[in-house]
């Protein structure tokens, strides 16, 4: 079955940097695009990144531009997402969903989250 | 940026009513829709894509309907599972955005 497992979050100054991890099995990585979607505390999703099957185009929001990068290693079936330039708002659950991109993208499957805190 | 607006952001209802939440967005996106339920603590999970196409698993009391601007997600007869947030999301174009999300309560 399909699994998504992500890492990496915790407690990070303003201005600090993170990378976040997402492990997929059960399906082949390679034949999806992946997305990052956050999610304030007590507040609506957002929609952050998403990356195309082969890595070769990448898609943000403009709320992160500049700031993260999202990225695959295919042969690892792995997702990441570098985040620099950490601000208070970027404090979030942070989802990888699998992208099924039949005329448009949607996310079809979710990891569990992993919180990330920016805070001084 | 396409801007989704959800309506009721909450509503109160009983099992077996029948409930309909209406997503509109901010210019034509023609069927790309989707609808996803959250339940406390978890991850969303894909209920329906394309406006109206049901995602494999899910019960057939949800269903969805609508294209342009206005759309619309019915759940046929609440069964007390269906508490939840129910976000509408539209794939059309980047950034890709969601509504503002529906809390259904019980009653």
């Known amino acids: 079955q399909v699994q998504l497992v992500e890492s990496g979050g915790g407690l990070v100054k303003p201005g600090g940097s993170l990378r976040l991890s997402c492990a997929a099995s059960g399906f082949t990585f390679s034949d999806y695009y992946m997305s990052w979607i956050r999610q304030a505390p007590g507040k609506g999703l957002e929609w952050v990144s998403y990356?195309?099957?082969?890595?070769?185009?990448?898609y943000y929001a403009d709320s992160v531009k500049g700031r993260f990068t999202i990225s695959r290693d295919n042969a690892k079936n792995s997702l990441y997402l570098q985040m620099n330039s950490l601000r208070a708002e970027d404090t979030a659950v942070y989802y990888c969903?699998?992208?099924?991109?039949?005329?448009?993208?949607?996310?079809?499957?979710w990891g569990q989250g992993t919180l990330v805190t920016v805070s001084s | 940026d396409i801007q989704m607006t959800q309506s009721p952001s909450s509503l109160s209802a009983s099992v077996g009513d029948r409930v309909t939440i209406t997503c509109r967005a901010s210019?034509?996106?023609?069927?790309?829709l989707n609808w996803y339920q959250q339940k406390p603590g978890k991850a969303p999970k894909l209920l329906i894509y394309a406006a109206s196409s049901l995602q494999s698993g899910v019960p057939s009391r949800f269903s969805g309907s609508g294209s342009g601007t206005d759309f619309t997600l019915t759940i046929g007869s609440l069964h007390p599972e269906d508490f939840a947030i129910y976000h509408c999301q539209q794939s059309y174009s980047t950034p890709l955005t969601f509504g503002g999300g529906t809390k259904v309560e019980i009653k």
């Open positions: 990356i195309t099957s082969s890595g070769s185009t990448m």
């Open positions: 969903a699998r992208t099924k991109y039949s005329s448009a993208p949607q996310f079809d499957y």
């Open positions: 210019q034509s996106i023609s069927n790309y």
